[in-house]
Each structure stands twice: as C-alpha cells, then as structure tokens.
C-alpha cells in the first residue's frame, strides 16, 4: 500500500528564492540584450565612417596630385548620412612621402571622429 500521508512538496520559501532567481536570470539576459543592440547600432556607424575615410584614401590616391601641408575637411554622404571629414596633411622624414589622417565623424556638427585613418602618398 501507498503511504499517502507523507506527501511532498516545495514550500513557500523554496519557491520564493526560485522565483527570485528566475527574475535576476531574466533582468541579466534583458541587459545584455540592449547592450548588443547598442553596440550593433555602434559598429554599425564606426564601419560607414570607416568607409567613408577609406573613400577619402581612395581619391587622395587617385588625384595623382601631391598633398599640400595642412587641414581640409567636407561633407559626404554614405547610407543616407551626413558624415564630416577632415584631412591633416604632415610632413614625413622622406620628402617625397606624405602622410594625411583622415578623420570622419557623424552628424552636423564636428564631434570626436568615430574612426581615422592614416595614409601614406607618395609624390607623382
């Protein structure tokens, strides 16, 4: 026969920390959730605007025209964006080589550049 008076179950207490546990699992999972997509927005934007310096690369190199010393900066769009450059041309050790960062940086107004690229052109 079957003893049915020793019967056994959670008690409250067993299912109140089960349930907190539950809820700190599920606040922690929410938080890397919006983290990921915070940072997939990030990268997202850091990659255009690489983009966009790499395209300034592009035409510094195919100008065929040698690079005065100085800053030039402009506007381009990529992706439906506005995006800000900004190109510093500096001297190297070998005279007939210049380096130029290009800084690109989103939006209206110029900010701290989301990404900057150094290239080297050489004289034609």
Known sequence: MVNFKQKQGFTLLEILVALAV??????????NSSTTVANAGYLKEKTLAHWVAMNKAAELHLSRTWLALGEKSGEEVMAGRQWQWKITVHETPDPEVRRAVIDVTGGE?????????????GRP
């Open 22 to 31: 539950m809820g700190l699992v599920v606040v922690v999972l929410a938080k």
């Open 109 to 121: 107004v110029w900010g701290s550049p989301l990404t900057s690229l150094s290239v080297f052109v």
